[in-house]
């Protein structure tokens, strides 16, 4: 009886031990997103439980024994897993077994009073384990994972009978025997699982009970106890894990990640366009946009210059435009590029621009502006960019100097082609920027 209580301590210790790992192990998995996963693969396993000869293939007579005595049996196993549904583990098991009546007599006091008793001394088997792999859609690691074992092993046994015309002892002896299980472990952590099976061995012996049968004889035995994985913490076991599930979980979390950084570009463009409009608006009505204008709020039709001051004396002067003037406007037409379908002024525009800003500083022009663009697209995006391209550059040319209440910009869209739309070449000529000296 103490002998018994001890294990039944010892079981209850283990699966304490195997709920306080759960407690202390962490749910996420370690390690980037779509990057080559780590496993556990090794693990070891300590059970206990009740061994007796009787067995679901025993048949009404219950081998030579007719009634079954349960007694306590304890066992370990070290296991590879292969792949998720398949793992190689090698068995060991002790303890003994006992029956009563033996089925060599008749019904009476003297079948009562007989029975056996084999010590297993050691045991030894090599099986392989197949386990339903976990395909979950939603479970990466799964809380039940039902298994069947079959392989081979070998054991040194004691049996005794008594109560027989064959009383007496066997003596020690070894033989092969084919074990047969299953059972289903419950997944406490990714390191620690709850084994419940139930194990059949067929002896290849008839005398494994001491007494010689007609047929080789059996024995089952029914355990509990826990399986612990070893390898790196926070890994999962490969028996358990759910490739499935988990890439549905880092495609999801990808997913999420690309439109938060969507929503965050699309606002940082509107926060850009809300700037840029405020840049490039002109509060006081002078010609001036509000980036370059160091004197805002001026009265409006006050003569202003390229600083949105007001000028004190403006001096009109006789308006004489040469040839040269022309050359120089010309070339500035020829060399102005933009950002494609923005008004963004490319760099390499900049030199002739200077140019002509020097010209209408020096001479003191008025210039008309005028954008034109192709068909293509709505009316309304064409207007809009027309105007801001010939916006784009006043504000250039102002910031070079130029005074802003003698540069007229205007946008016509795509409504004064100067050549055919149906043309990849008639539409690049019709994306332009007409400058007018007067």
Same mark, same amino acid.
């Given at each position: ?8 301590? $010892?079981?209850?210790? @283990?699966?304490? @031990? ?31 439980? !009740?061994?007796?000869? +009787? ?6 007579s ?6 079954p ?15 998720p ?11 003994k ?26 045991? *030894? ?9 976990? @395909? ?11 298994y069947?074992?079959a392989?081979?092993?070998? !054991? ?20 092969w025997?084919? &074990? ?16 419940l099976? +139930?194990?059949?061995?067929? $002896? /290849? ?10 047929? =080789?004889?059996?024995?089952? +035995?029914a ?9 790196? /913490? ?37 926060r ?18 509000? /980036?370059f ?13 390229? *600083? ?5 004396? &403006? ?8 040839? %040269? ?16 379908? /923005?008004?963004?002024?490319? %760099?390499?525009?900049?030199?002739? @621009? =200077?140019?002509?800003a ?20 709505? !009316? ?7 105007? %801001? ?13 130029? =005074? ?28 332009r ?6």
């Open positions: 009886m103490l002998a018994k209580l001890t294990k039944s301590a $010892m079981i209850l210790s @283990l699966t304490g @031990l195997s709920f306080s790992s759960f407690s202390q192990d962490a749910d996420s998995d370690n390690g980037a997103r779509f990057e080559k996963k780590s496993f556990r693969t090794w693990s070891i396993g300590l059970n206990g439980g !009740m061994l007796t000869h +009787y067995t679901p293939f025993n048949g009404q219950n081998g030579d024994f007719n009634t005595q349960e007694s306590w049996g304890y066992g370990g196993y070290i296991k590879k897993q292969i792949l549904g398949f793992g190689i583990q090698a068995d060991f098991l002790a303890g077994l006992k029956g009563k009546r033996a089925n060599v007599l008749p019904t009476g006091t003297a079948q009562d009073n007989s029975g056996f008793d084999t010590r297993i001394d050691w045991s *030894a088997a090599l099986s392989g384990n197949f386990t339903i792999a976990n @395909l979950s859609l939603n479970q990466k690691r799964s809380f039940l994972s039902p069947v074992t392989g081979a092993g070998y !054991m040194s046994s004691n049996g005794s009978v008594y109560g027989t015309a064959a009383d007496g002892s066997t003596g020690y002896q070894e033989n025997f084919i &074990p047969i299980g299953a059972g289903f472990k419950i997944g406490v952590s990714k390191g620690v699982n709850i084994d099976g +139930y194990k059949v061995s067929f $002896m /290849k012996a008839n005398d494994f009970d001491g007494l010689n049968g007609g047929s =080789n004889d059996r024995f089952s +035995y355990h509990a106890g826990v399986e612990i994985a070893l390898g790196k /913490k926070g890994t999962s076991q490969l028996s358990n894990y759910s490739p499935i599930a988990a890439i549905r979980e880092e495609s999801a979390a990808e997913s999420a990640e690309l439109r938060r950084a969507l929503s965050t570009s699309e606002q940082n463009r509107l850009d366009q809300e700037q840029y409009a405020r840049d490039l608006g002109d509060d006081d009505a002078d010609g001036v946009a509000n /980036k204008d160091k004197c805002p709020g001026t009265p409006a039709n006050t003569v202003v210059d390229g *600083a949105g001051c007001p000028l004190k004396t &403006p001096t009109p002067q006789k308006i004489i435009i040469t040839e %040269e003037d022309r050359r120089v406007v010309g070339e500035a037409i020829k060399n102005l590029e933009f950002d494609l379908g /923005k008004a963004t002024i490319k %760099e390499r525009s900049f030199e002739t @621009l =200077n140019r002509v020097r010209l209408l500083v020096d001479k003191n022009f008025s210039l008309k502006l005028a954008g034109h663009t192709d068909n293509t697209g709505s !009316m309304a995006l064409n207007l809009r960019l027309s105007k %801001e391209r010939a916006e784009a550059v006043k504000s250039y040319l102002v910031s070079q100097g130029a =005074n802003p209440s003698r540069i007229e910009a205007t946008g016509y869209g795509p409504n004064q082609p100067i050549a055919s739309n149906k043309t990849a070449e008639g539409r690049q000529q019709n994306r920027v007409e400058f007018t000296l007067f």
